[in-house]
């Protein structure tokens, strides 16, 4: 018996518990196909001579790992206890080796750091944050995304073991592909003869782990799953989505009255999840006299709420369990009938949605998998399902990127050093064409954009300009630059909107009729004058929705245009940066103030007006923002300073009312200044504050009509420290306007006024905000 009939004996025999000492553990059956099939897949994988019959009680132990290596269990306990003796067993090695162990997070980082480093006292074995050049068997923990970010002097350190711990997938065909991960172990691959062992949970990626190890093409072949499914695949004629929908609800109800066993239910979005409980819910179905239960998983649920249903369906407490497409559900949640339903799920060239391949992994042996779609479909699934559809890397869209940094880095200095990046990082994907070609067309679109320049077969990357303060070296939107000194915050908002960044906001009849509609709500501020009709009309409205809060109130408002009210608010921010930097290069003064006060408002995602930011103390609406306004308290400073007492008189509230507001606002930060005036005319003005916090100070003086920029600085300012301190040589008389700003609270502005005559400097209080300081 040689070592692969041997092997294929052991697992076997262990069956539901197989554990192997290399392959992992893996439950088939025994017949001709099956071993054959078995024997492909073990053809990439490093055997042991020390391979025992442990008939599924205990775990051999792996010992010193000399190739390449895919560990797979579902059991965690058997992972962590795999990836222990990996490490420990180089406790003892003449040759000091060198591990590095990639884990999912930073908090699993955190936790296996700690543990290790208290399991490795009594070793020889040291747990570094780093690897060195030190002459010590060393053990690093860490992220591919931390791992990535090190220098390329300590990325280069020889490494002779790599464990990657509690991978699911190395392929395109999860929801989330570990990009960092794909990059991490490819750098390792190309600079470094290392071996690798990469534990998994997964039966289904076991193909693609060995054959990326063995630098084969990765295909995730179905048939070799150990999961011996039966598959059926209801085709059914679309005449419109209600019918359809319809027709597939009477497909799943038929499935169900077949079956007593629990059923697992993929719809394509939450509506259609909670319709199909629903209908299913009212058919009132029965097995040995207890109702059929069913439940709900949305991205929307809440984390404990999902536990929760997670647990109960595990216990078989719920029957029907309908999950949208896009939930990354706990893979340890298994089912005896799986139905996919509609179309949705043949999208491979899409890493945003998860494949067939990964919802056949909630499967038990033996179970049953119903597949409902269109009839134009069921050819596409049926080769799906037998093997005939190739996995794409995601990378190939992000590949110009990732060629930059290392060419930056100095690590790609050639054609043939960017293909052998380019192969190494699509893990031999195919791609739509050749990748001598790919590179080809890859290097010609960094050539022509400047990015690189290459001579005599050498890449090198093209010089950056240096960064440069003065305005006519800095590229900022023409729209910017058309802002004016005199112009209003809604002349500034109406230009900004037509920046470039904003062109890519497509407008369709039915966004015209949303945004036209909304703009009736009167918590817009600005309206519009006009029809909506152009891109720029259309992130003006946006803006005034997302600032406004109006679709909070609107009874319709489709989710892409929230989605496009973020985006907008995003971009704006940026843009708005380059408006305060221009403005300030300019000395302008109003158009600053402006800029400023659109800055904070969209960090905060609301206007800074009274009638916007009171609301945000629990008791007060828009009715007592107007009250209070009208009594002179325009700020949540100037309430704060106000007497408890006298803010219950005037919102005719009781006690202790007041007590509570003032209790609200103790976390808010409060600026004090004060200004003295020096025997040679020169005004010292000083602000401290209370809490650490980021400031920003504007002075300006002004003579008659004509307003001149004295100073702008934005700084953190520590607790109990002067923020600002500024000597100005002034006239007698003078009028000096100081504002202190927070970007990122609204409502605590201080204004002041100070008048400078007859050697004398008086300070009067501006609590009105930008208007009444200017």
């Given at each position: 018996?040689?070592?692969?009939?041997?092997?294929?004996?052991?697992?076997?025999?262990?069956?539901?518990?197989?554990?192997?000492?290399?392959?992992?553990?893996?439950?088939?059956?025994?017949?001709?196909?099956?071993?054959?099939?078995?024997?492909?897949?073990?053809?990439?994988?490093?055997?042991?001579?020390?391979?025992?019959?442990?008939?599924?009680?205990?775990?051999?132990?792996?010992?010193?790992?000399?190739?390449?290596?895919?560990?797979v269990s579902n059991d965690p306990s058997r992972r962590q206890r795999a990836v222990e003796e990996i490490i420990l067993s180089y406790k003892d090695s003449a040759r000091k080796k060198k591990i590095l162990c990639f884990v999912e997070d930073a908090d699993k980082k955190k936790d296996e750091t700690r543990k290790w480093k208290a399991k490795t006292k009594s070793t020889d074995i040291e747990c570094v944050?780093?690897?060195?050049?030190?002459?010590?068997?060393?053990?690093?923990?860490?992220?591919?995304?931390?791992?990535?970010?090190?220098?390329?002097?300590?990325?280069?350190?020889?490494?002779?073991?790599?464990?990657?711990?509690?991978?699911?997938?190395?392929?395109?065909?999860?929801?989330?592909?570990?990009?960092?991960?794909?990059?991490?172990?490819?750098?390792?691959?190309?600079?470094?003869?290392?071996?690798?062992?990469?534990?998994?949970?997964?039966?289904?990626?076991?193909?693609?782990?060995?054959?990326?190890?063995?630098?084969?093409?990765?295909?995730?072949?179905?048939?070799?799953?150990?999961?011996?499914?039966?598959?059926?695949?209801?085709?059914?004629?679309?005449?419109?989505?209600?019918?359809?929908?319809?027709?597939?609800?009477?497909?799943?109800?038929?499935?169900?009255?077949?079956?007593?066993?629990?059923?697992?239910?993929?719809?394509?979005?939450?509506?259609?999840?909670?319709?199909?409980?629903?209908?299913?819910?009212?058919?009132?179905?029965?097995?040995?006299?207890?109702?059929?239960?069913?439940?709900?998983?949305?991205?929307?649920?809440?984390?404990?709420?999902?536990?929760?249903?997670?647990?109960?369906?595990?216990?078989?407490?719920?029957?029907?369990?309908?999950?949208?497409?896009?939930?990354?559900?706990?893979?340890?949640?298994?089912?005896?009938?799986?139905?996919?339903?509609?179309?949705?799920?043949?999208?491979?060239?899409?890493?945003?949605?998860?494949?067939?391949?990964?919802?056949?992994?909630?499967?038990?042996?033996?179970?049953?998998?119903?597949?409902?779609?269109?009839?134009?479909?069921?050819?596409?699934?049926?080769?799906?399902?037998?093997?005939?559809?190739?996995?794409?890397?995601?990378?190939?869209?992000?590949?110009?990127?990732?060629?930059?940094?290392?060419?930056?880095?100095?690590?790609?200095?050639?054609?043939?050093?960017?293909?052998?990046?380019?192969?190494?990082?699509?893990?031999?994907?195919?791609?739509?064409?050749?990748?001598?070609?790919?590179?080809?067309?890859?290097?010609?679109?960094?050539?022509?954009?400047?990015?690189?320049?290459?001579?005599?077969?050498?890449?090198?990357?093209?010089?950056?300009?240096?960064?440069?303060?003065?305005?006519?070296?800095?590229?900022?939107?023409?729209?910017?630059?058309?802002?004016?000194?005199?112009?209003?915050?809604?002349?500034?908002?109406?230009?900004?909107?037509?920046?470039?960044?904003?062109?890519?906001?497509?407008?369709?009849?039915?966004?015209?009729?949303?945004?036209?509609?909304?703009?009736?709500?009167?918590?817009?501020?600005?309206?519009?004058?006009?029809?909506?009709?152009?891109?720029?009309?259309?992130?003006?409205?946006?803006?005034?929705?997302?600032?406004?809060?109006?679709?909070?109130?609107?009874?319709?408002?489709?989710?892409?245009?929230?989605?496009?009210?973020?985006?907008?608010?995003?971009?704006?921010?940026?843009?708005?940066?380059?408006?305060?930097?221009?403005?300030?290069?300019?000395?302008?003064?109003?158009?600053?103030?402006?800029?400023?006060?659109?800055?904070?408002?969209?960090?905060?995602?609301?206007?800074?007006?009274?009638?916007?930011?009171?609301?945000?103390?629990?008791?007060?609406?828009?009715?007592?923002?107007?009250?209070?306004?009208?009594?002179?308290?325009?700020?949540?400073?100037?309430?704060?300073?106000?007497?408890?007492?006298?803010?219950?008189?005037?919102?005719?509230?009781?006690?202790?009312?007041?007590?509570?507001?003032?209790?609200?606002?103790?976390?808010?930060?409060?600026?004090?200044?004060?200004?003295?005036?020096?025997?040679?005319?020169?005004?010292?003005?000083?602000?401290?504050?209370?809490?650490?916090?980021?400031?920003?100070?504007?002075?300006?003086?002004?003579?008659?009509?004509?307003?001149?920029?004295?100073?702008?600085?934005?700084?953190?300012?520590?607790?109990?420290?002067?923020?600002?301190?500024?000597?100005?040589?002034?006239?007698?008389?003078?009028?000096?306007?100081?504002?202190?700003?927070?970007?990122?609270?609204?409502?605590?502005?201080?204004?002041?006024?100070?008048?400078?005559?007859?050697?004398?400097?008086?300070?009067?209080?501006?609590?009105?905000?930008?208007?009444?300081?200017?």
């Amino acid at each position: 018996m040689n070592s692969e009939e041997e092997l294929f004996h052991i697992i076997r025999k262990c069956r539901q518990e197989a554990i192997s000492s290399e392959l992992g553990f893996l439950d088939t059956r025994n017949n001709a196909r099956e071993q054959t099939a078995l024997s492909t897949e073990l053809s990439s994988f490093s055997f042991s001579s020390d391979i025992a019959d442990t008939n599924g009680c205990e775990p051999a132990r792996y010992g010193h790992i000399t190739q390449s290596t895919v560990l797979v269990s579902n059991d965690p306990s058997r992972r962590q206890r795999a990836v222990e003796e990996i490490i420990l067993s180089y406790k003892d090695s003449a040759r000091k080796k060198k591990i590095l162990c990639f884990v999912e997070d930073a908090d699993k980082k955190k936790d296996e750091t700690r543990k290790w480093k208290a399991k490795t006292k009594s070793t020889d074995i040291e747990c570094v944050e780093e690897i060195d050049k030190k002459n010590k068997t060393q053990v690093c923990i860490t992220t591919p995304e931390e791992w990535l970010a090190m220098d390329t002097e300590k990325r280069n350190t020889l490494v002779d073991t790599v464990i990657v711990d509690g991978v699911s997938s190395l392929s395109s065909s999860t929801a989330r592909p570990d990009t960092s991960l794909e990059l991490s172990l490819s750098f390792l691959q190309r600079k470094q003869n290392a071996v690798f062992a990469i534990v998994t949970m997964e039966y289904d990626n076991i193909s693609v782990l060995s054959k990326w190890l063995s630098s084969n093409r990765p295909v995730h072949r179905l048939d070799s799953s150990p999961r011996q499914i039966k598959t059926k695949i209801i085709g059914t004629y679309k005449t419109n989505t209600f019918a359809f929908d319809g027709a597939l609800n009477k497909d799943i109800l038929r499935e169900i009255t077949q079956d007593s066993n629990d059923f697992l239910v993929f719809c394509p979005t939450k509506k259609n999840a909670v319709q199909t409980a629903l209908y299913i819910d009212k058919q009132d179905i029965r097995h040995k006299g207890k109702r059929l239960s069913t439940a709900v998983l949305h991205d929307g649920t809440p984390l404990v709420e999902r536990r929760q249903l997670e647990e109960m369906y595990a216990k078989r407490q719920i029957r029907l369990l309908c999950v949208t497409r896009t939930l990354d559900l706990d893979p340890e949640i298994k089912t005896d009938c799986l139905i996919l339903k509609d179309s949705w799920c043949f999208a491979p060239r899409t890493p945003q949605k998860l494949d067939v391949a990964q919802l056949l992994a909630h499967t038990r042996p033996e179970s049953r998998v119903t597949v409902l779609t269109e009839k134009k479909n069921v050819k596409k699934y049926n080769e799906l399902l037998n093997m005939k559809q190739e996995i794409r890397s995601a990378l190939e869209k992000t590949a110009k990127e990732h060629v930059m940094d290392e060419i930056a880095a100095g690590e790609i200095r050639t054609a043939a050093d960017t293909a052998l990046f380019v192969k190494a990082t699509l893990f031999g994907a195919t791609l739509e064409t050749p990748h001598e070609r790919y590179v080809e067309r890859l290097l010609a679109e960094l050539c022509q954009s400047k990015q690189i320049t290459i001579s005599g077969g050498k890449i090198t990357p093209a010089e950056k300009r240096r960064k440069s303060t003065s305005p006519d070296k800095r590229t900022v939107d023409d729209h910017v630059e058309k802002v004016e000194d005199e112009d209003s915050l809604r002349d500034i908002l109406w230009k900004l909107s037509y920046a470039s960044v904003f062109r890519v906001l497509g407008i369709t009849q039915y966004d015209k009729r949303c945004l036209t509609s909304i703009q009736k709500n009167r918590k817009i501020k600005y309206k519009m004058k006009g029809k909506i009709n152009t891109a720029g009309d259309k992130a003006f409205c946006l803006l005034q929705v997302a600032l406004s809060g109006a679709y909070l109130s609107a009874d319709v408002f489709p989710q892409k245009l929230k989605a496009e009210a973020e985006f907008v608010c995003r971009e704006m921010k940026k843009t708005v940066d380059d408006l305060v930097w221009l403005c300030t290069e300019r000395s302008y003064t109003t158009g600053l103030r402006n800029s400023l006060e659109l800055s904070a408002s969209l960090h905060c995602r609301r206007w800074n007006s009274p009638e916007f930011f009171f609301p945000q103390i629990d008791g007060i609406g828009e009715t007592y923002s107007e009250t209070l306004v009208k009594n002179g308290i325009c700020s949540l400073s100037a309430l704060k300073r106000t007497d408890p007492r006298t803010t219950e008189l005037l919102l005719k509230r009781k006690t202790p009312f007041g007590n509570t507001v003032l209790k609200l606002l103790e976390h808010l930060p409060v600026f004090s200044l004060t200004a003295t005036l020096s025997s040679k005319l020169s005004l010292r003005c000083t602000v401290e504050t209370k809490t650490e916090t980021a400031v920003r100070v504007l002075v300006w003086e002004c003579e008659g009509s004509k307003r001149s920029l004295r100073c702008f600085l934005s700084e953190t300012v520590q607790k109990d420290a002067e923020a600002f301190e500024k000597s100005f040589v002034c006239r007698s008389p003078a009028v000096f306007y100081f504002s202190v700003l927070s970007p990122v609270f609204l409502g605590i502005d201080e204004h002041r006024k100070i008048v400078v005559s007859n050697g004398k400097a008086n300070t009067l209080v501006c609590d009105g905000g930008f208007k009444s300081a200017g």
